[in-house]
């Protein structure tokens, strides 16, 4: 597939639950989603790319198998699965997605931390692009703007993170994790001012993740797109640093091998030494012992 630009939601990031997700999509050719949980803009989908999650254990955290949509119909889960006994989501609706090839990356797109992921809209020019996950969202073009100056700076941070607060789950823009604390960042469109009951919302909010240790920092689309290197560059660059920088704990593991000259990096648990793929290793590292690693994007 030749990446083309796309509208959102052309391209559809599922999530393989367990391992035999993969095995059935391989085996049979399908993959199914409950009608009910399927984001709006699957109407208009016509790719889907797979995330892996911690039940891969070595190929876990990574997004690399995807294909397209050959049909689509929606049966009952008994239908899907006759072979289950009998339970209470019998006759739910669900999605039967038929691809008409399963395809793999020749590299993976990573993600530097664990993360839950639900669906995410993308698009196949992003997924082709991508050198991490966080590359995929599509949310607004306000935070693709802020992305590419954190890349650009190498600072680490994951879109779209959700974060449990007091039985809540929130949806933060940015989130970046220091050594003494932590920083939400939000790129708030020109509708946020225009609805009055967001203020009150947010204080609630804000006040939830102060007592957790989170800084809240909000900027506006001028900010954005205006001020984004004398203003919201500064203003995050400043927090990060009262907070004592940026921390790698919790970062995923990668493992890397000394190659000659090279350090290169494992990407899969089924590869050959002959398939690594190079990469740059972390700093003051013992790369000879072939111990896990953080990975430094």
């Known amino acids: 597939m030749t990446p083309t630009d796309s509208s959102r939601g052309e391209m559809l990031l599922a999530i393989f639950k367990y391992k035999h997700s993969l095995t059935r999509l391989q085996d ?14 699957f109407k208009d989908t016509k790719w889907l790319c797979f995330y892996q999650g911690k039940i891969f254990e070595q190929d876990s955290y990574r997004a690399q198998f995807y294909g397209e949509i050959a049909r689509r119909d929606i049966v009952p889960y008994r239908e899907l699965f006759p072979n289950q006994m009998e339970s209470k989501k019998g006759d739910a609706p669900y999605y039967r997605i038929y691809l008409k090839k399963l395809e793999c990356l020749p590299k993976p797109i990573l993600s530097l931390r664990p993360r839950r992921l639900s669906f995410v809209p993308t698009t196949p020019k992003k997924f082709h692009n991508a050198e ?4 995929l969202f599509n949310d607004s073009e306000l935070e693709d703007l802020l992305w590419e100056q954190l890349k650009k700076l190498d600072i680490k941070a994951e879109r779209q993170w959700i974060l449990p607060v007091q039985k809540v789950n929130y949806q933060l823009d940015f989130a970046l994790f220091c050594n003494d604390g932590f920083i939400d960042v939000e790129t708030d469109g020109d509708t946020y001012h225009i609805r009055k009951d967001r203020a009150a919302r947010d204080n609630i909010r804000n006040n939830a993740m102060a007592k957790m240790g989170w800084k809240v920092l909000r900027f506006t689309t001028h900010q954005v ?9 500064p203003e995050i660059s400043d927090t990060i640093k009262r907070l004592g920088n940026l921390s790698d704990d919790g970062l995923v593991s990668r493992v890397f091998l000394k190659d ?25 590292k013992n790369l000879d012992s072939g111990a896990a690693l953080n990975l430094e994007n």
């Open 260 to 284: 000659g000259n090279k350090v290169v990096q494992q990407l899969s648990m089924f590869e050959s030494p002959a398939e690594y793929k190079t990469s740059h290793a972390p700093k003051n």
């Open 132 to 135: 991490q996950i966080n590359d």
């Open 28 to 41: 049979g050719g399908w993959y199914h989603i409950p009608v009910d949980r399927a984001p709006k803009s």
């Open 225 to 233: 797109q205006e001020e984004m290197q004398s203003y919201c560059i």
